[in-house]
């Protein structure tokens, strides 16, 4: 069997808020249960973290709070610049072709590939999603900046990805605060699928949400990447949503990465004390 192609490959990753200090490493880091260093006021948000990811596979990062997560995954956004570090990318429809540092292209070479290629579901809807436009006016702007330009294939477009994700078509011209929370997920899900990325990135998606609402939300992601065996990089603090949905996981504690591995393997048999602690308050 065909081992599966690598798409993202991410090596060295930091990031820092502050200069740093010759007593940031004697204060800051899982050991000392702090990324803050009380001599300098340093936050080490992430470091040195790396990381590899297939062709269809869900890597989830689990962690809580402050302890580096979403910061990971902003720099595979590109909305977070790294300090250091590689981001290696494959595209999948070339897979023969040269592997591109995401990192070390130019600001116009960045912003289309965002736009492309990525697609990003935040925990927060407003954050992206333009909450002054119509529903059908949020996922036409992700199409009209991937060169759609003719407006009956847009709003086709647009209705066929509401089905996709359980929207009522009908609502395509509606506002976006006539939505509840759950359904404002999936217009996010419609938009962040429009352009045909090649890697979903999920920011605590259903936080917030009702468990029931959560169940249908997170059944929605399943299907989705089930049917188009899509690439999706998901964070969340809830394991219960990582173990549904991510096949390797990596765990995060103070701006380091203290575990990785299968997830199903990291649940039962979690060899970090702070993993244990995560699967322990979690049962």
Not at 117 to 129: A, M, S, T, W
Request: charged share 20%; hydrophobic share 35%; with cysteine.
């Amino acid at each position: 069997m065909t081992a599966p192609t690598w798409i993202l490959h991410a090596s060295g990753l930091n990031k820092q808020y502050g200069p740093g200090c010759p007593r940031c490493q004697q204060f800051t880091g899982p050991a000392h249960n702090n990324s803050q260093c009380p001599v300098c006021n340093t936050v080490y948000a992430c470091v040195d973290a790396g990381f590899t990811l297939h062709q269809g596979e869900v890597l989830g990062i689990v962690g809580e709070s402050g302890s580096g997560k979403s910061t990971l995954l902003q720099m595979v956004n590109l909305a977070t610049a790294a300090d250091s570090g590689h981001i290696w990318y494959r595209e999948p429809r070339t897979p023969d072709a040269d592997p591109v540092d995401l990192l070390q292209m130019d600001a116009y070479r960045s912003r289309h590939f965002r736009n492309d290629r990525l697609g990003i579901v935040y925990q927060r809807p407003e954050l992206g999603l333009n909450m002054r436009f119509t529903v059908g006016g949020n996922v036409a702007e992700k199409l009209l900046l991937a060169n759609w330009r003719h407006v009956g294939n847009i709003r086709t477009r647009i209705r066929e990805l509401m089905e996709q994700t359980e929207l009522p078509p009908e609502r395509i011209d509606d506002d976006p605060h006539t939505f509840s929370g759950g359904m404002l997920q999936r217009v996010q899900i419609a938009k962040a699928l429009s352009s045909s990325p090649s890697l979903l990135l999920l920011d605590e998606v259903t936080s917030g949400l009702d468990l029931s609402v959560q169940a249908r939300v997170l059944d929605l992601i399943r299907r989705i990447q089930w049917e188009q065996q899509m690439t999706m990089l998901l964070v969340s603090h809830d394991l219960g949503v990582i173990k549904q949905l991510a096949r390797r996981t990596i765990v995060m504690k103070n701006g380091h990465i203290v575990e990785s591995g299968l997830t199903d393997q990291i649940l039962e048999d979690p060899q970090h004390p702070y993993t244990q602690l995560l699967v322990s308050s979690a049962l």
